[in-house]
């Protein structure tokens, strides 16, 4: 963890992994955010648009097959991307007892602020791939003032930008082939 920790720092933003308390804390309000957005119709909706079911072929959204499982005990709090929806094709399995999540914040929260984040996020997560962790990103709280402002906890000068799962697990799901995600080459007009 030290490795990303630095990482992120490199951008100009901080990584923190929290003790035991303080991971349980950043999943409660995770976990709060998920109840809101699942009762809340417009988020749902947004979230079931950019989801397509296996065979689709649509040119947008995440295929069902690239979602991971869903914690089988509850207690690891994954976005729902389809809701009530029976899916039949996504797995429910019973995720690891105790997470290892860490917080991705800056200290101001203005637009320069967001693209340091993104450059830590992109490094922290080339870190973690260089030592085979799996990584999940439980941005749920952050569309929520109340609870984004409730993860900073007691630090002043805190703007939470993401939460982050680390962990050993099988490969995730493609989302889509490169041939599909890059456009071909125009060929220059001649004229």
């Not at 397509?52 to 869903?70: Q, S, W």
């Not at 805190?158 to 890059?182: K, M, N, S, W």
């Amino acid at each position: 963890m030290t490795e990303m920790i630095g990482s992120a720092r490199a951008e100009g933003a901080h990584l923190e992994a929290p003790d035991i308390p303080g991971t349980r804390r950043l999943l409660r309000l995770t976990q709060a955010a998920e109840m809101r957005n699942a009762a809340h119709q417009d988020h749902l909706g947004e979230a079931r648009r950019g989801v397509t079911a296996p065979g689709t072929d649509a040119a947008y959204g995440i295929p069902t097959t690239a979602l991971g499982p869903r914690d089988a005990s509850g207690r690891m709090p994954v976005r729902d991307f389809v809701g009530a929806e029976p899916t039949p094709w996504l797995p429910v399995l019973r995720l690891e007892r105790h997470a290892q999540v860490a917080l991705l914040w800056t200290s101001h929260d203005r637009r320069e602020d967001w693209v340091r984040a993104g450059q830590a996020l992109q490094r922290v997560l080339l870190t973690a791939t260089r030592h085979g962790l799996r990584t999940s990103m439980l941005h749920q709280g952050m569309e929520w003032p109340d609870l984004r402002a409730a993860m900073a906890g007691p630090r002043r000068h805190c703007c939470p930008q993401l939460v982050i799962r680390f962990g050993y697990g099988p490969e995730g799901g493609r989302t889509r082939a490169v041939a599909d995600a890059v456009p071909a080459r125009v060929a220059p007009a001649r004229g």
